[in-house]
Protein backbone atom coordinates (compact mmCIF):
# COMPACT_ATOMS: atom_id res chain seq x y z
CA UNK A 1 0.00 0.00 0.00
CA UNK A 2 1.35 3.39 -1.03
CA UNK A 3 1.76 5.57 1.69
CA UNK A 4 0.18 9.71 2.08
CA UNK A 5 2.13 12.30 1.79
CA UNK A 6 3.73 13.81 4.56
CA UNK A 7 1.09 16.14 6.30
CA UNK A 8 0.40 18.33 9.46
CA UNK A 9 -1.98 17.62 12.20
CA UNK A 10 -3.39 21.11 11.50
CA UNK A 11 -4.67 19.82 7.81
CA UNK A 12 -6.66 16.56 9.53
CA UNK A 13 -9.19 18.91 10.25
CA UNK A 14 -8.80 19.00 14.00
CA UNK A 15 -11.28 21.42 16.21
CA UNK A 16 -8.74 24.11 17.90
CA UNK A 17 -8.91 22.66 21.55
CA UNK A 18 -7.08 19.24 20.22
CA UNK A 19 -5.02 21.55 17.91
CA UNK A 20 -3.63 23.49 20.98
CA UNK A 21 -3.10 20.24 23.80
CA UNK A 22 -1.06 18.54 20.61
CA UNK A 23 0.89 21.69 20.33
CA UNK A 24 1.59 21.58 24.09
CA UNK A 25 2.39 17.57 23.46
CA UNK A 26 5.14 19.15 20.55
CA UNK A 27 3.08 16.53 18.04
CA UNK A 28 3.50 18.00 14.60
CA UNK A 29 3.42 15.50 11.96
CA UNK A 30 0.96 12.70 12.17
CA UNK A 31 1.91 8.74 11.45
CA UNK A 32 0.46 7.15 9.04
CA UNK A 33 -2.54 5.39 10.54
CA UNK A 34 -3.32 8.91 12.36
CA UNK A 35 -3.54 10.29 8.77
CA UNK A 36 -5.62 7.28 7.55
CA UNK A 37 -7.95 6.76 10.56
CA UNK A 38 -8.50 10.08 11.81
CA UNK A 39 -10.44 11.36 9.00
CA UNK A 40 -12.59 8.21 8.52
CA UNK A 41 -13.50 8.16 12.15
CA UNK A 42 -14.14 12.14 11.97
CA UNK A 43 -16.77 10.88 9.27
CA UNK A 44 -18.34 8.92 11.71
CA UNK A 45 -17.56 5.79 9.48
CA UNK A 46 -17.03 1.80 11.42
CA UNK A 47 -13.30 1.22 10.86
CA UNK A 48 -11.08 -1.70 10.87
CA UNK A 49 -7.37 -0.67 11.82
CA UNK A 50 -4.29 -3.36 11.49
CA UNK A 51 -1.41 -1.85 13.54
CA UNK A 52 0.93 -2.99 15.65
CA UNK A 53 2.07 -1.06 19.00
CA UNK A 54 3.91 1.98 18.80
CA UNK A 55 2.26 3.08 15.34
CA UNK A 56 0.58 6.05 16.81
CA UNK A 57 -2.90 4.68 16.98
CA UNK A 58 -3.87 5.62 20.55
CA UNK A 59 -4.46 9.09 19.29
CA UNK A 60 -5.62 8.36 15.92
CA UNK A 61 -8.95 6.92 17.66
CA UNK A 62 -8.86 9.02 20.85
CA UNK A 63 -9.00 12.67 18.62
CA UNK A 64 -12.14 12.04 16.33
CA UNK A 65 -13.94 10.78 19.63
CA UNK A 66 -12.88 13.54 22.05
CA UNK A 67 -13.91 16.12 18.94
CA UNK A 68 -16.96 14.51 18.09
CA UNK A 69 -17.83 14.27 21.97
CA UNK A 70 -16.91 17.56 22.29
CA UNK A 71 -18.85 18.92 19.65
CA UNK A 72 -22.28 17.74 21.18
CA UNK A 73 -21.99 17.60 24.37
CA UNK A 74 -24.31 20.62 25.29
CA UNK A 75 -23.39 22.86 29.07
CA UNK A 76 -25.08 21.55 31.73
CA UNK A 77 -25.96 18.30 30.45
CA UNK A 78 -25.84 15.03 32.87
CA UNK A 79 -22.95 13.70 32.30
CA UNK A 80 -23.40 9.69 30.90
CA UNK A 81 -20.79 6.92 29.47
CA UNK A 82 -20.76 8.08 25.57
CA UNK A 83 -17.53 6.56 24.49
CA UNK A 84 -16.02 3.05 25.94
CA UNK A 85 -12.44 2.03 25.02
CA UNK A 86 -12.00 -1.76 25.62
CA UNK A 87 -8.40 -2.44 25.97
CA UNK A 88 -6.88 -6.16 27.16
CA UNK A 89 -4.03 -5.28 29.98
CA UNK A 90 -4.08 -2.40 33.25
CA UNK A 91 -0.99 -0.78 31.68
CA UNK A 92 -2.40 0.13 28.51
CA UNK A 93 -5.51 1.08 30.15
CA UNK A 94 -3.90 3.72 32.26
CA UNK A 95 -1.52 4.38 28.74
CA UNK A 96 -4.47 5.20 27.00
CA UNK A 97 -6.21 7.61 29.94
CA UNK A 98 -3.06 9.38 30.20
CA UNK A 99 -3.11 10.09 25.94
CA UNK A 100 -7.09 11.16 26.68
CA UNK A 101 -5.80 13.12 30.08
CA UNK A 102 -3.00 15.16 27.27
CA UNK A 103 -5.53 15.73 24.55
CA UNK A 104 -9.26 16.61 25.91
CA UNK A 105 -6.77 19.05 28.71
CA UNK A 106 -8.70 21.87 26.76
CA UNK A 107 -11.87 20.52 26.81
CA UNK A 108 -14.89 19.80 28.93
CA UNK A 109 -14.72 16.36 28.84
CA UNK A 110 -14.23 13.81 31.87
CA UNK A 111 -12.52 10.22 30.92
CA UNK A 112 -12.66 7.10 34.07
CA UNK A 113 -10.07 4.18 33.72
CA UNK A 114 -11.25 0.99 35.30
CA UNK A 115 -9.16 -1.99 35.64
CA UNK A 116 -9.11 -4.97 38.01
CA UNK A 117 -6.30 -5.89 40.77
CA UNK A 118 -7.40 -2.82 42.93
CA UNK A 119 -10.09 -2.25 45.00
CA UNK A 120 -13.23 -0.43 43.18
CA UNK A 121 -14.29 1.96 45.74
CA UNK A 122 -12.29 5.22 43.52
CA UNK A 123 -12.69 3.82 40.54
CA UNK A 124 -16.96 3.33 41.34
CA UNK A 125 -16.61 7.08 42.61
CA UNK A 126 -15.37 8.48 39.49
CA UNK A 127 -18.16 6.70 37.78
CA UNK A 128 -20.89 8.17 39.81
CA UNK A 129 -19.22 11.88 39.29
CA UNK A 130 -20.18 11.09 35.57
CA UNK A 131 -18.09 10.67 33.00
CA UNK A 132 -17.66 11.28 29.17
CA UNK A 133 -15.30 8.15 28.15
CA UNK A 134 -14.71 5.12 30.10
CA UNK A 135 -11.35 3.22 29.29
CA UNK A 136 -11.63 -0.69 30.63
CA UNK A 137 -10.67 -3.99 30.76
CA UNK A 138 -12.77 -6.53 30.14
CA UNK A 139 -12.92 -7.98 33.55
CA UNK A 140 -13.14 -5.03 35.79
CA UNK A 141 -16.18 -3.64 33.01
CA UNK A 142 -18.24 -6.88 33.12
CA UNK A 143 -17.98 -6.76 37.12
CA UNK A 144 -19.57 -3.43 37.82
CA UNK A 145 -21.75 -3.50 34.98
CA UNK A 146 -22.77 -6.61 37.23
CA UNK A 147 -23.03 -4.53 40.20
CA UNK A 148 -25.10 -1.89 38.24
CA UNK A 149 -22.62 0.81 38.56
CA UNK A 150 -22.11 1.44 34.81
CA UNK A 151 -24.75 1.46 32.03
CA UNK A 152 -23.52 0.91 28.29
CA UNK A 153 -27.12 2.28 26.91
CA UNK A 154 -25.81 6.04 25.67
CA UNK A 155 -22.56 4.49 23.86
CA UNK A 156 -21.97 6.60 21.03
CA UNK A 157 -18.33 5.60 20.32
CA UNK A 158 -17.08 1.83 21.07
CA UNK A 159 -13.13 1.37 20.37
CA UNK A 160 -11.85 -2.64 20.76
CA UNK A 161 -8.07 -2.19 20.81
CA UNK A 162 -5.27 -4.96 20.59
CA UNK A 163 -8.12 -7.23 19.96
CA UNK A 164 -5.56 -10.07 19.00
CA UNK A 165 -4.07 -9.54 22.73
CA UNK A 166 -7.61 -9.90 24.15
CA UNK A 167 -7.51 -13.33 22.07
CA UNK A 168 -4.53 -14.58 23.62
CA UNK A 169 -5.23 -13.59 27.17
CA UNK A 170 -9.06 -15.04 26.75
CA UNK A 171 -10.98 -12.52 26.62
CA UNK A 172 -12.66 -13.28 23.92
CA UNK A 173 -15.94 -15.02 25.81
CA UNK A 174 -15.90 -11.55 27.63
CA UNK A 175 -16.03 -9.01 24.74
CA UNK A 176 -19.47 -11.55 23.34
CA UNK A 177 -20.72 -10.95 26.38
CA UNK A 178 -20.87 -7.03 26.53
CA UNK A 179 -21.86 -6.77 22.66
CA UNK A 180 -25.30 -7.58 23.41
CA UNK A 181 -25.08 -4.25 26.40
CA UNK A 182 -23.93 -2.00 23.39
CA UNK A 183 -26.66 0.10 21.57
CA UNK A 184 -27.06 -0.99 17.95
CA UNK A 185 -26.51 2.44 16.68
CA UNK A 186 -23.23 3.08 17.17
CA UNK A 187 -19.55 3.95 15.56
CA UNK A 188 -17.37 1.30 16.27
CA UNK A 189 -13.66 1.37 15.45
CA UNK A 190 -11.31 -1.78 15.80
CA UNK A 191 -7.95 -2.29 16.01
CA UNK A 192 -5.40 -5.17 16.18
CA UNK A 193 -1.95 -6.10 15.09
CA UNK A 194 -2.74 -9.51 13.74
CA UNK A 195 -5.81 -10.95 11.86
CA UNK A 196 -6.13 -14.67 13.27
CA UNK A 197 -9.67 -16.40 12.25
CA UNK A 198 -11.28 -15.61 15.11
CA UNK A 199 -10.67 -11.99 14.94
CA UNK A 200 -11.46 -11.71 11.23
CA UNK A 201 -14.76 -12.94 12.64
CA UNK A 202 -15.34 -11.04 15.68
CA UNK A 203 -14.64 -7.89 12.92
CA UNK A 204 -16.98 -8.70 10.56
CA UNK A 205 -19.65 -9.61 13.40
CA UNK A 206 -19.36 -5.99 14.86
CA UNK A 207 -18.22 -3.67 12.57
CA UNK A 208 -20.88 -1.74 10.01
CA UNK A 209 -19.41 -1.32 6.37
CA UNK A 210 -16.38 -0.62 7.77
CA UNK A 211 -12.72 1.30 6.33
CA UNK A 212 -9.99 -1.16 6.36
CA UNK A 213 -6.57 1.03 7.25
CA UNK A 214 -3.23 -1.18 7.26
CA UNK A 215 -0.32 0.27 8.34
CA UNK A 216 3.47 -1.59 8.84
CA UNK A 217 2.77 -5.12 8.42
CA UNK A 218 3.56 -7.12 11.20
CA UNK A 219 6.42 -9.04 9.57
CA UNK A 220 8.51 -5.69 9.06
CA UNK A 221 10.44 -4.58 11.62
CA UNK A 222 11.16 -1.19 11.86
CA UNK A 223 14.84 -0.04 9.07
CA UNK A 224 16.18 2.32 12.25
CA UNK A 225 16.56 -1.25 14.27
CA UNK A 226 19.81 -2.77 14.67
CA UNK A 227 18.72 -6.47 15.42
CA UNK A 228 21.69 -8.71 16.64
CA UNK A 229 22.33 -12.08 17.14
CA UNK A 230 24.27 -14.25 19.73
CA UNK A 231 23.96 -18.14 19.72
CA UNK A 232 24.15 -19.08 23.33
CA UNK A 233 23.20 -21.95 25.58
CA UNK A 234 20.47 -21.30 28.05
CA UNK A 235 23.22 -21.81 31.24
CA UNK A 236 25.62 -18.99 29.72
CA UNK A 237 22.59 -16.35 28.88
CA UNK A 238 22.73 -14.81 32.23
CA UNK A 239 26.75 -14.51 31.99
CA UNK A 240 25.98 -13.23 28.74
CA UNK A 241 23.02 -10.68 29.39
CA UNK A 242 25.41 -9.04 32.47
CA UNK A 243 28.20 -8.32 30.30
CA UNK A 244 26.31 -6.84 27.68
CA UNK A 245 24.29 -4.63 30.41
CA UNK A 246 28.03 -3.64 31.39
CA UNK A 247 29.03 -2.84 28.70
CA UNK A 248 26.30 -0.41 27.75
CA UNK A 249 26.01 1.48 31.24
CA UNK A 250 24.10 4.39 29.76
CA UNK A 251 21.59 2.68 27.69
CA UNK A 252 17.61 1.88 28.76
CA UNK A 253 17.05 -1.84 28.36
CA UNK A 254 14.06 -3.79 28.22
CA UNK A 255 14.60 -7.69 28.67
CA UNK A 256 11.90 -9.91 27.41
CA UNK A 257 11.68 -13.37 29.06
CA UNK A 258 9.23 -15.71 28.07
CA UNK A 259 8.06 -16.54 31.61
CA UNK A 260 6.98 -14.58 35.00
CA UNK A 261 9.20 -16.81 37.02
CA UNK A 262 11.73 -16.24 34.45
CA UNK A 263 11.58 -12.84 34.67
CA UNK A 264 11.86 -12.60 38.62
CA UNK A 265 14.90 -15.06 38.23
CA UNK A 266 16.89 -12.57 36.04
CA UNK A 267 16.16 -9.63 37.76
CA UNK A 268 16.56 -11.21 41.11
CA UNK A 269 20.38 -12.23 39.57
CA UNK A 270 20.86 -9.11 37.92
CA UNK A 271 20.40 -6.78 41.06
CA UNK A 272 22.95 -9.27 43.11
CA UNK A 273 25.29 -8.09 40.97
CA UNK A 274 24.58 -4.24 41.32
CA UNK A 275 22.64 -3.68 37.94
CA UNK A 276 19.53 -2.00 39.20
CA UNK A 277 16.38 -3.89 37.68
CA UNK A 278 12.67 -4.39 38.38
CA UNK A 279 10.30 -7.62 36.71
CA UNK A 280 7.06 -6.93 35.30
CA UNK A 281 4.51 -9.56 34.69
CA UNK A 282 0.88 -10.97 35.30
CA UNK A 283 1.73 -11.85 38.82
CA UNK A 284 2.95 -8.40 40.08
CA UNK A 285 0.35 -6.35 41.85
CA UNK A 286 -0.97 -3.56 40.11
CA UNK A 287 1.09 -1.18 42.08
CA UNK A 288 4.13 -2.71 42.01
CA UNK A 289 3.89 -2.30 38.01
CA UNK A 290 3.12 0.62 38.03
CA UNK A 291 5.98 2.23 40.43
CA UNK A 292 8.68 -0.14 38.13
CA UNK A 293 7.51 1.59 34.90
CA UNK A 294 7.91 4.86 36.40
CA UNK A 295 10.92 4.30 37.88
CA UNK A 296 11.81 2.81 34.31
CA UNK A 297 10.48 6.04 32.33
CA UNK A 298 11.65 8.40 34.68
CA UNK A 299 15.52 6.64 34.19
CA UNK A 300 15.61 5.36 38.31
CA UNK A 301 16.07 2.09 37.05
CA UNK A 302 17.52 1.80 33.38
CA UNK A 303 16.77 -2.09 33.38
CA UNK A 304 12.93 -3.48 33.18
CA UNK A 305 12.61 -7.39 32.81
CA UNK A 306 8.90 -8.16 31.27
CA UNK A 307 6.84 -10.82 29.99
CA UNK A 308 4.92 -10.53 26.84
CA UNK A 309 1.85 -8.99 27.94
CA UNK A 310 3.10 -6.82 30.73
CA UNK A 311 5.34 -5.14 28.20
CA UNK A 312 2.23 -4.42 25.43
CA UNK A 313 1.54 -1.41 27.82
CA UNK A 314 5.38 -0.28 27.72
CA UNK A 315 5.49 2.91 25.86
CA UNK A 316 8.92 4.24 26.00
CA UNK A 317 9.41 7.30 23.79
CA UNK A 318 13.77 6.94 24.31
CA UNK A 319 13.96 3.05 24.84
CA UNK A 320 17.44 2.61 23.83
CA UNK A 321 17.90 -1.40 23.51
CA UNK A 322 15.41 -4.17 23.43
CA UNK A 323 16.92 -7.73 24.95
CA UNK A 324 15.37 -11.14 24.03
CA UNK A 325 16.66 -13.12 26.69
CA UNK A 326 14.47 -16.03 25.64
CA UNK A 327 12.82 -15.91 22.02
CA UNK A 328 9.14 -16.28 21.38
CA UNK A 329 7.10 -19.17 20.31
CA UNK A 330 5.55 -17.08 17.79
CA UNK A 331 7.47 -14.80 15.34
CA UNK A 332 5.22 -12.16 15.30
CA UNK A 333 6.14 -11.67 18.57
CA UNK A 334 9.19 -10.61 17.95
CA UNK A 335 8.32 -7.90 15.43
CA UNK A 336 6.25 -6.61 18.40
CA UNK A 337 9.20 -7.21 20.87
CA UNK A 338 11.97 -4.75 18.68
CA UNK A 339 9.28 -2.09 17.74
CA UNK A 340 9.33 -0.66 21.68
CA UNK A 341 12.72 0.53 20.35
CA UNK A 342 13.75 2.70 17.02
CA UNK A 343 10.43 4.73 17.19
CA UNK A 344 9.71 7.84 15.81
CA UNK A 345 12.44 7.83 13.59
CA UNK A 346 14.81 7.43 16.19
CA UNK A 347 17.87 4.56 16.11
CA UNK A 348 17.40 1.60 18.11
CA UNK A 349 18.83 -1.65 19.10
CA UNK A 350 17.74 -5.65 19.59
CA UNK A 351 19.93 -8.39 20.41
CA UNK A 352 18.23 -11.66 21.07
CA UNK A 353 19.76 -14.90 22.72
CA UNK A 354 19.49 -18.03 20.78
CA UNK A 355 20.03 -21.39 21.93
CA UNK A 356 19.89 -24.61 20.47
CA UNK A 357 16.42 -25.61 21.78
CA UNK A 358 15.29 -21.98 20.23
CA UNK A 359 16.78 -22.93 16.33
CA UNK A 360 12.90 -23.23 15.21
CA UNK A 361 12.24 -20.52 16.81
CA UNK A 362 14.75 -18.23 15.41
CA UNK A 363 13.93 -19.63 11.69
CA UNK A 364 9.98 -18.59 12.03
CA UNK A 365 11.39 -15.07 12.87
CA UNK A 366 13.85 -14.62 10.18
CA UNK A 367 11.18 -16.43 7.28
CA UNK A 368 8.37 -14.09 8.68
CA UNK A 369 10.49 -10.52 8.69
CA UNK A 370 12.82 -12.16 5.04
CA UNK A 371 16.00 -10.91 7.03
CA UNK A 372 18.93 -13.04 8.87
CA UNK A 373 19.89 -10.97 12.19
CA UNK A 374 23.65 -10.13 12.10
CA UNK A 375 25.55 -12.67 14.21
CA UNK A 376 27.44 -11.16 17.05
CA UNK A 377 30.99 -12.07 18.45
Given at each position: ?25 N?E ?48 E ?11 T ?14 A ?6 H ?11 Q?D ?14 R ?11 L ?14 L?M ?7 R?LP????K ?9 M?LA ?9 H ?14 D ?6 Y ?12 T ?7 K ?16 R ?12 H ?16 S ?9 D???R??DI ?16 T ?5 GR ?5 K ?11 E ?11 G ?6 S
Amino acid sequence: MTQPKIMTFKELNISEPIWKALVNKNYETPTPIQVQAIPVALNGRDLLGIAQTGTGKTAAFAIPVIQQLNQVRPKGEKRVIKALILTPTRELAIQIDECFRDYARYTDLRHTVIFGGVKQKTQVDEIRQGTDVLIATPGRLLDLIGQKHISLAHIRHFILDEADRMLDMGFIHDIKRLLPMLPKKKQTLFFSATMPLAIANLSDSILHKPVKIEVTPVSSAVDTIEQGLYFVEKPQKRDLLITILKKEQSKSVLVFSRTKHGADKIARVLNKTGIGCEAIHGNKTQGARQRALTNFKSGKTRVIIATDIAARGIDIANLEMVINYDLPEVAETYVHRIGRTGRAGKSGRALSFCSQEEHVMLKGIQKLTGKKLDVQS
